[in-house]
């Protein structure tokens, strides 16, 4: 499986942005599909995940602005951003795996500017 992140951009606090993690090769036994992220001197963190099945799961800091959805016809994973921080900023990883991160993308910069 590989994966591809885009979406990334400078924006300022309280804009929005889209980032999209395309897919490829056999998607066959994929259940999990997450979002992660690593700011500065921070180790990564999950932002925000998916099980096949569509069960979600937010961290706590992006509860309500945040919104992970996908598109099957397009293997494609999106993260709708809201309401965008400062401290959102970081790269941005889409993941996938069987029941955990297996695959990753190369990532994509987000920064928030105060």
């Known amino acids: 499986v590989q994966l591809q992140a885009s979406g990334g951009g400078l924006v300022q606090t309280g804009e929005s942005l889209r980032l999209s993690c395309s897919a490829s090769g056999s998607m066959f036994s994929i259940n999990f599909m997450g979002w992660y992220r690593q700011a500065p001197g921070k180790q990564r963190e999950l932002v925000a995940s998916m099980a096949i099945g569509g069960g979600t799961n937010y961290a706590d800091s992006v509860e309500g602005r945040f919104t992970i959805s996908r598109d099957n016809a397009k293997h494609t994973m999106y993260l709708q951003m809201n309401s965008l921080k400062p401290e959102d900023t970081a790269v941005y990883y889409c993941?996938?795996?069987?029941?955990?991160?297996?695959?990753w993308g190369q990532g994509t910069q987000v920064t928030v500017s105060s």
């Open positions: 993941a996938s795996g069987i029941l955990s991160p297996t695959y």
